[in-house]
C-alpha cells in the first residue's frame, strides 16, 4: 500500500508563537489524520490504493466526492507541515529567489499577491505557488481540491501551500485571517519551497 500517514516533521509547539501548540495538535492528529482515514476508506479494495496521489488527481472528475475531498485533504496537509519549519522564515534564496524576482517584481510584491490570493479565498480553502509551464503562478483552490486536479481551474505543480481554512488559525487569530497569513511568512521553510522548485522544474524537463 502505497499511501501512507506521515508523521509530523516537528514537535507540536515548534511554530510558537506564529502557530500555536493546541492548533497544530488538532489540525494534524484530528483534521489530517481524519482525512487520510476517509480517503483510504474510499479507495478500499480498488486501484486506486497504489496509484500515485498525482495520476488520482490528474484524473480527480472520474472519481467519487469522498476521494476528491478527503484525497486532496491528505495531500495538502502534507506539503503545508514540509512547507513550514521552526527555523523558517527569511527570504528565498538561488534560483527560486532570482525566479520570484523576475516573475513578480520583488519578495515583497509576490508576498502581498500570495496573501491577497489567500485573503480572498471565499470560505475554506488554499493559496499556493505552483510551477507552471515552467513558471512561478499564485493560485487558490476551494476546499480540499489542489492544483494537481483536473476539475479546477488554476493546474500547476505545488511548491508551497497555505492552508486557510478557519482549523487552521481560528484557536489564536479567530476570524483574523490576514493576521495568520502576517504570521506565517515567519515559519516558511524556503529550503523546502526551494527543493520542490527544483523538482518542478525537473519534472518539466
Same mark, same amino acid.
Given at each position: 500500500m ?13 511554530l ?23 480517503f ?14 498525482t495520476?488520482?488527481?490528474?484524473n ?7 476521494v ?29 529567489a ?16 500570495? #496573501? ?10 488554499? #493559496? ?16 480540499q ?23 487552521a ?30 523538482? #518542478? ?5
Amino acid at each position: 500500500m502505497s499511501h501512507t500517514f506521515p508523521e509530523l516533521p516537528y514537535a507540536y509547539d515548534a511554530l510558537e508563537p506564529y502557530i500555536d501548540a493546541k492548533t497544530m495538535e488538532v489540525h494534524y492528529s484530528k483534521h489530517h489524520r481524519t482525512y487520510y482515514d476517509k480517503f483510504m476508506a474510499a479507495i478500499s479494495g480498488t486501484d486506486l490504493e497504489t496509484q500515485p496521489l498525482t495520476e488520482i488527481f490528474a484524473n480527480i472528475s472520474k472519481h467519487s466526492p469522498a476521494v476528491r475531498n478527503n484525497g486532496g485533504g491528505y495531500y495538502n496537509h502534507i506539503l503545508y507541515w514540509n512547507c513550514m519549519s521552526k527555523d523558517g522564515g527569511g527570504e528565498p534564496s538561488g534560483d527560486l529567489a532570482k525566479d520570484i524576482l523576475a516573475t513578480f517584481g520583488d519578495l515583497e510584491s509576490f508576498k502581498d499577491q500570495f #496573501a491577497q490570493a489567500a485573503i480572498n479565498t471565499f470560505g475554506s480553502g488554499f #493559496a499556493w505557488l505552483v510551477v507552471k509551464d515552467g513558471a512561478l503562478k499564485i493560485v487558490s483552490t476551494s476546499n480540499q481540491d489542489n492544483p494537481w486536479m483536473d476539475a479546477v481551474d488554476s493546474q500547476g505543480e505545488p511548491i508551497l501551500a497555505l492552508d486557510v481554512w478557519e482549523h487552521a488559525y481560528y484557536i489564536s487569530y479567530q476570524n483574523r485571517r490576514p493576521d495568520y497569513i502576517n504570521a506565517w511568512w515567519n515559519v516558511v521553510n524556503w529550503d523546502a519551497v526551494a527543493e520542490n522548485y527544483a523538482q #518542478a522544474l525537473a519534472n518539466k524537463a
